[in-house]
Nanobody, 119 residues
């Protein structure tokens, strides 16, 4: 059974930084691309960033490009999201997800971690 557990969320002032972590169980972690999503109150869940299986390719939503950095450590089964220059509109629950291998989409999700940015 694959489990994803996020941590690192919290309350931060605008302009501040947070680093989210996602611990992934399972021996085949390095075979999968990983991603971060977020969902703000009253809004649909949206893509934030993704990283390929070996970390060689990353993709970002336009809203976070230049401020957020996704990375992974395959030796530790960890995915990270470094968030800098945070804005109040970044307030949301952030979720870690594992990409499907044989089709598009994501097959496993974490429980989420709350990020609140005060103005």
């Amino acid at each position: 059974q694959v489990q994803l557990v996020e941590s690192g969320g919290g309350l931060v002032q605008a302009g501040g930084s947070l680093r989210l972590s996602c611990a992934v169980s399972g021996r085949t972690f390095s075979s999968y691309g990983m991603a971060w999503f977020r969902q703000a109150p009253g809004k649909e869940r949206e893509f934030v960033a993704s990283v390929s299986w070996n970390g060689g390719r990353t993709y970002y939503a336009d809203s976070v490009k230049g401020r957020f950095t996704i990375s992974r450590d395959n030796a530790k089964n960890m995915v990270y999201l470094q968030m800098n220059s945070l804005k109040p509109e970044d307030t949301a629950v952030y979720y870690c997800a594992r990409e499907r291998v044989t089709s598009s989409g994501y097959d496993y999700w974490g429980q989420g971690t709350q990020v609140t940015v005060s103005s």
